[in-house]
């Protein structure tokens, strides 16, 4: 098994920090959210290798169990 950092960035407006943490949890229980890109950091073959996932690239399954889109940085 290996170990991944996984990361979902989102820009909002909220009155203090937790404000904003609260709205963005909110957002990613949502079960309907569009929230479904992620950058995810690991290793590969003994290299470092960041990742972007998206998990609904055509937009029409928020759930995340379509066929994924990977691009691989750099």
């Given at each position: 098994?290996?170990?991944?950092?996984?990361?979902?960035?989102?820009d909002l407006d909220a009155s203090d920090p937790v404000d904003a943490a609260r709205k963005a949890l909110a957002i990613q229980r949502d079960p309907w959210s569009w929230a479904?890109?992620?950058?995810?950091?690991?290793?590969?073959?003994g290299a470092p290798q960041v990742a972007t996932v998206?998990?609904?690239?055509?937009?029409?399954?928020?759930?995340?169990?379509?066929?994924?889109?990977?691009?691989l940085a750099g």
């Open positions: 098994m290996n170990s991944y950092l996984v990361r979902w960035d989102i479904t890109v992620f950058t995810v950091h690991g290793q590969h073959q998206d998990l609904d690239p055509e937009g029409l399954d928020p759930s995340g169990s379509g066929a994924p889109r990977v691009e």
